[in-house]
């Protein structure tokens, strides 16, 4: 084989690992970024609910229970991600949702 053959075939072989590499470093660092904007948004959505609770019990003169913003965030994010994968909003917490729905319209009508 001559030499500008072996070079040439070098070369392509090289860009050709450098393209493979590209890409895939591309796909790692959407996903990571992806699971970063989750994470943020997650701490976003903890914080305001914080705030609202807050605002709520400030307005209304009543004690509110305050959970830890970690714990708030991380559920947050389980969810934002199931959401995501699958379009729909976890089966638990449609349940734990409606379950205090009824809870609240129950109390209502016993007062």
Not at 49 to 77: C, L
Request: aromatic residues 10%; without cysteine; charged residues 25%.
């Amino acid at each position: 084989m001559s030499t500008w053959a072996t070079v040439l075939t070098s070369a392509a072989t090289g860009a050709l690992v450098v393209a493979i590499a590209q890409v895939v470093g591309k796909i790692i660092e959407g996903g990571s970024r992806k699971r970063e904007l989750l994470l943020n948004k997650s701490v976003e959505l903890a914080l305001a609910r914080t705030e609202f609770v807050k605002e709520i019990a400030f307005k209304s003169n009543t004690p509110a229970q305050f959970h830890d913003s970690a714990f708030i965030a991380a559920s947050y994010y389980a969810a934002l991600k199931y959401l995501l994968k699958t379009d729909k909003l976890p089966p638990q917490i449609l349940k734990k949702r409606w379950q205090e729905i009824k809870e609240t319209v129950r109390d209502q009508f016993e007062e």
